[in-house]
Every structure is written in structure tokens, then in C-alpha cells.
């Protein structure tokens, strides 16, 4: 009871206060002697710093900046972020594209598949897996004062790696390009340098590139003293865009009747080009916990939509005969008639992404952080996987016809992963 009482006391005092404040301000003064019956606490003129310390209520506004136990981007409406990202992307899987045999295999035998002695010089292989890097920059916006809802996005991209090879020969080296005769039902291969019959040169090029970006509106489901969870609901887009281009050049060395005329120079090429496109929801949830001036937070998201592919595929073959000029006809070895074209179709995909950060708030409205990301894209196409490496050499040119038309377009999926780590700066306003 006498706690109470007091309490009262104080509260009384407090209201009294405020009230000679507010009539001094407005040009009066209380005096002892001219309220008889009610004594002044203080001497008449002189204020009490405790009193208006008392008076003075204690309040806490995170719209007024953000404390060093939460990140910043709880302490104002506004927040962004800048990140460098080192990420490795899953490489594109080639077929065979170049093989080498040693001196003296039989021309028969040459840069065969299965044949003792034949190398496989360049495919078999993945490729563009190397380390990228690249940025991701994000924006938000809290609705509220109280942290409930917010609107926001982001935007990254990586840079666009690319791989090649190259091989030539003056005839002294076996050179050629494998593949699987559908007349013969057995592996073969097209001669690019053979001793006496052909020098020629190979190169194959390669690129991909990788973007992605989202809007999302955030919705904080708990949140305590030094964590707190939001729920997040928006749209995804992501982009990936790859190639795979070849091309030969095979000069006569021949002077057989049976031969292309001496000199006679033959140019081929094959191009696959894919292109991705994901459009749609996304759902997730971000916790974050803080303890001081470090803070860790996990955001997990899901998307689920539709991804558009796209393959084009072409070559061609240019005949250059000495004084005769040049011809050049559609289709090349791996890209003819049979499987050449545009083609577009639509699938449903999964993108599951996993965002692990920890923080540190350097000042009241910038902190750093360091953490890691891993993307997955279901049911991408990719360029090695439309290579379709079943030939009829009755459709290479010049087409002769006969049999079954090979190779054949058949689009081949496949999942894509991106993982790595991040480093950024994160700030409010």
C-alpha cells in the first residue's frame, strides 16, 4: 500500500509540473504567496531538471533509426543492399565433339568412338562451370511504423562465361569429328586432317549467361526482443541464356579421281543457341535472429511456374572448288535438315532457393554481411543436351535421301544448380 501511495505521489507532483510549465509558458508565473494554502516545492523563478527529467516520458521509435540489436532494416521505412557474388554455376555437359588417333590407323578407324588408340580431344565433358561473379542489389519498403508489412525486390546477374577450343592440322595429324551412323548402326566419323588425303582446322565456341529478379510483399508473422519471422509472397523471373557453335574447314589434299579436286576447301558449321525463361509465384519465409551487433537470418523461397524454352538450331556447308567459285547449301554434320529449326515450348518448374547471412551493424543505419546462396531450376534446356549424335550421312550435304531421317529434334531437359557465397552492405534511410 504505501508503494501505491507513493506512486500516486509521484504522479501528482508530475501533473502539477506540467501544468506551472505550461502556465509560465504562456506568460504567467506561480508564486508562493499568490496561491496562500498551496506552497511552491521550489523557490520562486528557479526550475527543478529532475522534475522535467521525471515529467519527460521514455519512449523507444524504430522509425527513428534502428538500435545495434536489430538489423537496419528495422529501424527505417526505407532499406537497400549491395552484394558481390561469387557463384559457380552447374556446366553444360557436351557430347564428343573432336577426337585424334595416332600415325598410321587406318582411315577406316580414324577418330572412332571405341577404336584403340582414339582421343577425344574436346567434349565429354562439362563445360562453363568455372566461378562467376557477378551483383545483386536489393530495395524495400516498410508500410507501417510498426514493421508489418513491406514491399520490396531484387535484381541479380552474373557475368557470362564462355569456353572454346581449337585444333588444326597440315595433314601430318588425324583429326575428326565422331559420331554414330544410323546406316551402319555403329560409330563413325567425319576426317577433318588425314596424311594425304585432308588439313583442315576445328573450333568450337561456347557461352551462358545467367540473370534472375523478383518482387516480393513481406509480412512479419512474430517478432520479439531478438527474433523475429516475415512471411514473403511475390513474383520470380529468371533468365538463362547459352550456345554452343561449331565450325570446321577441310582442305583437299588429295589428287585421287575419286577425291574432291586438289584444293577444293569445305566450311561447316553447327549452331545450337537455348534460351530459358521462368515466370512465376513465389513464396517464403525469412527468420532472423540477433544478439549485440551480429544478427543471422535464413530465407528459404520456393517458386513455382511455368519455364518457356527455347532451342534454335541451324548450319550450313559452304564448297569452295578452285575457279569454280563457292556454293554453300543448308545443314552442317550435327545440325541438317532433319533436326534444324526454332523450336519454343513451356514446362512447369520448381526454383527452391536457400539464403544463409550473417551481419554485423557497423553504424546506426549501415551494417555488412557475409552468407550463402543455392538456386535450383528444374527442367531447363540446355545446348549439349539437343546435340543429337545419330547420324544418316544420306542427309549430310549433298543430301542424297534414303533411311531414316537422323538426327532427330527431341528436346532434352535438364536441372540446373547455382551456388556460392555473397558479401554486401546493407543500409536504411
Keep these: ?20 510549465g505550461a502556465i509560465a509558458s504562456a506568460g504567467g508565473q506561480i508564486r508562493a ?40 532494416t528495422r529501424g527505417s521505412r526505407f532499406w537497400g543492399g549491395a552484394e558481390y557474388l561469387l557463384w559457380w554455376m552447374q556446366g553444360d555437359k557436351l557430347p564428343p565433339l573432336v577426337t585424334a588417333s595416332p600415325p598410321g590407323t587406318a582411315l577406316a578407324d580414324a577418330g572412332v568412338l571405341g577404336v584403340p588408340g582414339t582421343r577425344v580431344l574436346f567434349g565429354d565433358s562439362r563445360v562453363n562451370d568455372d566461378l562467376r561473379s557477378g551483383g545483386r542489389f536489393t530495395l524495400g519498403y516498410w508500410l507501417d511504423d510498426n514493421k508489418n508489412w513491406a514491399i520490396g525486390g ?24 565422331p559420331f554414330f551412323n544410323t546406316q551402319l548402326s555403329a ?16 573450333g568450337v565456341s ?23 519471422i516475415d512471411f514473403l509472397a511475390g ?30 576447301t569445305l566450311d561447316v558449321l553447327d549452331q545450337f543457341d537455348t534460351e530459358n525463361r521462368f515466370h512465376g509465384g513465389e513464396l517464403g519465409l525469412q527468420m532472423t535472429w540477433s544478439r549485440g551487433r551480429v544478427s543471422a537470418d535464413v530465407l528459404t523461397l520456393l517458386g513455382l511456374g511455368a519455364t518457356e524454352r527455347t532451342v534454335n538450331i541451324n548450319g550450313a556447308t559452304s564448297i569452295t572448288v578452285p575457279s569454280q567459285g ?11 535438315g532433319t533436326n534444324s529449326g526454332r523450336f519454343t515450348d513451356h514446362t512447369f518448374s520448381f526454383v527452391p532457393e536457400l539464403r544463409l547471412n550473417i551481419s554485423c551493424q557497423l553504424t546506426e543505419r549501415l551494417r555488412a554481411f557475409v552468407g550463402y546462396t543455392l538456386l535450383f531450376w528444374t527442367d531447363v534446356a540446355r ?31 535438364s536441372d540446373l544448380w547455382v551456388q556460392g557465397i555473397n558479401l554486401g552492405l546493407s543500409f536504411n534511410y
Excluded at 36 to 51: D, E, N, R, Y
Excluded at 326 to 336: F, I, S, Y
Design 1 to 20: 500500500m504505501t508503494a501505491v501511495i507513493v506512486g500516486l505521489r509521484k504522479t501528482w507532483m508530475v501533473m502539477v509540473l506540467a501544468a506551472s
Design 33 to 72: 504567496d499568490d496561491s496562500p494554502g498551496v506552497a511552491s516545492p521550489h523557490p520562486a523563478g528557479a526550475s527543478s531538471s529532475k522534475s522535467q527529467a521525471e515529467a519527460a516520458p521514455v519512449s523507444v521509435d524504430n522509425a527513428a533509426g534502428p538500435s545495434f540489436l536489430e538489423p537496419a
Design 154 to 177: 531484387d535484381f541479380f546477374i552474373v557475368e557470362t562465361k564462355a569456353d572454346g577450343f581449337a585444333a588444326s592440322s597440315d595433314g601430318s595429324a588425324i583429326l575428326a569429328r
Design 187 to 202: 560409330q563413325d566419323s567425319e576426317i577433318i586432317s588425314f596424311p594425304g588425303l585432308a588439313a583442315g582446322k576445328a
Design 206 to 228: 561456347t557461352f551462358s549467361g545467367f540473370l534472375g529478379a523478383d518482387a516480393f510483399l513481406q509480412k512479419n508473422l512474430c517478432c520479439r526482443c531478438n527474433y523475429w
Design 235 to 264: 513474383y520470380r523471373f529468371l533468365q538463362l541464356k547459352e550456345g554452343l557453335r561449331f565450325e570446321e574447314q577441310v582442305i583437299s589434299a588429295s589428287t585421287s579421281p575419286l577425291a574432291p579436286p586438289l584444293g577444293t
Design 326 to 336: 563457292t556454293a554453300t547449301v543448308p545443314g552442317g554434320l550435327l545440325a541438317l
Design 383 to 413: 545446348p549439349g543436351k539437343q546435340v543429337d549424335p545419330r547420324i544418316n550421312p544420306n542427309f549430310i550435304p549433298p543430301v542424297l535421301g534414303g533411311g531414316e531421317p537422323f538426327p532427330r529434334f527431341r528436346l532434352r531437359d
